[in-house]
């Protein structure tokens, strides 16, 4: 009986307990992806002037969004307000665009287009449903006092997020 109390008053002499911390780990895959479909490409209009626009010679960049769980998700695409790669320009630029449904893989998601909200340069869309959308993006760089870009390579860069809610 004695050694039984001695090697409790050893145990609680010898400084408490011992922790130790166990991981818990997991992956988690989105269910939401994007892909470029069509990259864009500047045309020149006019001396001042660069466009995505079909009708200015561009090519408007087309992102497709894949869904895989409804109702998780927002689509977000921001179009651009600077140029990411360009000559130096003698003056103010300024951007303009806009995001547009394209195309839609169901027929659930066409009243996408009319529920968007757009803040700033950014366009958002609450992604319901499961299926592929594809979104077309403008945009229009004007450099200021209608003076002309100078010649070289002028590169721009539309963002799109899948954002989980």
Not at 37 to 47: E, S
């Amino acid at each position: 009986m004695n050694s039984v109390k001695i090697v409790a008053t050893l145990c609680l002499l010898s400084g408490g307990a011992y922790a130790v911390d166990v991981p818990i780990e997991g992956t988690v895959q989105s269910r939401c992806t994007i892909d470029t479909d069509t990259p864009g490409v500047y045309g020149n209009p006019n001396a001042y002037t660069l466009s995505t626009a079909p009708a200015d010679g561009g090519v408007l960049p087309v992102t497709r969004f894949d869904v895989t769980l409804a109702d998780a998700y927002y689509a977000r695409v921001t179009h651009p307000d600077s140029f990411s790669t360009a000559p130096s320009a003698n003056a103010t630029v300024t951007f303009t665009g806009s995001t547009e449904v394209k195309a839609v893989g169901d027929a659930a998601m066409s009243g996408y287009e009319a529920a968007k909200t757009t803040f700033g340069n950014s366009t958002q869309y609450d992604l319901t449903e499961t299926g592929s959308l594809w979104l077309k993006t403008s945009s229009t760089a004007t450099n200021g006092g209608e003076k002309a870009f100078p010649g070289g390579t002028y590169r721009a860069i539309v963002v799109a997020e899948c954002i989980a809610k």
